[in-house]
C-alpha cells in the first residue's frame, strides 16, 4: 500500500517486481496519480471491510436459525465474496479473504448423534451428570 515518507512530502509504494518507487509533490502528474491511487486503495479497505462484515452478517442470519433448530426449508450459504486488492501501480486484483471466510455448517439433527467429534459426550456433559448424580 502506498504509503506518506516520514517528512510527509513524498509518496513511496512498491512495483510489480517488488522494486520500491516514490514521487514527491514537485513530480506533478506522476505524484497526483500516486496520491490517486493511495485514496482507492484507503477507499478500498473499507469496502473490503464492508463486504466482509455483509457476508458474515448473512451467514449469521442463515447459521443461528440453523443451530437453534428454528431454519425451514433447505439452507442454503451465501455466496462467497472475493477480496479486492489494488496494487501500488493502479493493478486490481480478487483474491480468496484470508483468513479464510467460515463455512455454513449443518447440524446433526437425529437424537443419536451429538455433535461432538467423536461422536460421545463432551467434558462439560459428563461433569454435569456426575455433579447432578453426586448432590441431586
Not at 14 to 23: A, Y
Not at 100 to 114: F, Y
Amino acid at each position: 500500500m502506498i504509503q506518506y515518507s516520514p517528512d510527509g512530502n513524498s509518496l513511496i509504494g512498491v512495483d510489480d517486481k517488488g522494486k520500491e518507487f516514490s514521487h514527491n509533490k514537485t513530480d506533478g502528474s506522476w505524484f497526483s496519480n500516486m496520491l490517486v491511487t493511495h485514496g482507492l486503495q484507503q477507499q478500498n479497505e473499507s469496502d473490503n471491510a464492508a463486504i466482509l462484515q455483509k457476508y458474515k452478517d448473512d451467514l449469521q442470519n442463515i447459521q443461528g436459525p440453523l443451530d437453534a433448530g428454528q431454519f425451514t426449508g433447505t439452507p442454503v450459504a451465501p455466496n462467497k465474496p472475493q477480496c479486492k486488492i489494488i496494487s501500488d501501480v493502479g493493478t486490481v486484483t480478487f483474491v480468496p479473504f484470508d483468513p479464510p471466510l467460515a463455512d455454513l455448517v449443518i447440524p446433526k439433527t437425529t437424537p443419536t448423534q451429538v455433535n461432538t467429534p467423536d461422536g460421545g459426550l463432551t467434558s462439560y456433559d459428563m461433569l454435569s451428570r456426575i455433579y447432578h448424580h453426586m448432590f441431586d
